[in-house]
């Protein structure tokens, strides 16, 4: 069964702190793997993408790592804001539909 | 990129009625997404709406209870219908553009 697991569940850090977000997968066929966040009231904004030939990629503060043969994948934040507050979800394409994961939901406080 | 409306943002319906939710696009675009976000859980993917033809219902999902409409290439709808507490949820519109998925605010619905 294609599944998507996230770990922590949920995370609070202080302001100024970097993180890392864990993404396990058992999707097949891969196609390719995304991370996403979800402020609250709002819909998921992409942050990466990443396919099966990529081990890392960056958008700004976030960068996102890739192991095709271990399943994994994690979401490094550095020098969190405060408006990083949101849940993460990281999201796997084996074509349609996604699979999604429930998400880390985290709090960054002053 | 897409830019996703969807109405209403939220609303408290009672059990046993309907509600429609509207999408509209700022592009036109072949395949229109409805997923439904419960409290603690992943997104779920409800349906695919094509222009033109019947929407794809997904494995638990039918007709009857969320019908969909696709009148043109840049608009949707999705209906709740016969509402139980259950259905209490956020409902999502997704369209794709190149390798990019993306997402409009939501729907939150409360059935009481």
């Known amino acids: 069964k294609n599944q998507v697991e996230q770990s922590p569940q949920s995370l609070i850090i202080l302001e100024g702190k970097n993180c890392t977000l864990q993404c396990n997968y058992t999707v097949s066929p891969f196609s390719n793997l995304r991370w996403y966040k979800q402020d609250t009231g709002r819909g998921p904004v992409s942050l990466t993408i990443?396919?099966?030939?990529?081990n890392t990629k960056s958008n700004g503060r976030y960068t996102a790592t890739l192991d095709a043969d271990t399943k994994q994948s994690s979401l490094h934040i550095t020098a969190s804001q405060l408006s990083d507050s949101a849940s993460y979800i990281c999201?796997?394409?084996?074509?349609?539909?996604?699979?999604f994961g429930k998400g880390t939901r985290l709090s960054v406080i002053a | 990129s897409a830019v996703i409306s969807q109405k209403p943002s939220r609303d408290i319906c009672q059990r046993g009625t309907s509600l429609t939710i509207q999408c509209q696009v700022d592009s036109q675009v072949t395949m229109m997404f409805w997923y439904r976000q419960q409290p603690g859980q992943s997104l779920t993917l409800i349906a695919t709406?094509?222009?033109?033809?019947?929407?794809?219902?997904e494995s638990g999902f039918v007709i009857d209870k969320f019908p969909i409409s696709r009148p043109n290439l840049t608009f949707s709808t999705l209906t709740v219908s016969n509402m139980s507490p259950e259905d209490s949820s956020i409902y999502l519109c997704?369209?794709?553009?190149?390798?990019?998925?993306?997402f409009g605010p939501g729907t939150r619905l409360t059935v009481t």
């Open positions: 997704s369209v794709e553009g190149g390798h990019e998925q993306y």
């Open positions: 990443m396919t099966f030939s990529e």
């Open positions: 709406a094509n222009q033109g033809s019947e929407a794809t219902y």
């Open positions: 999201v796997v394409s084996a074509g349609t539909p996604l699979v």
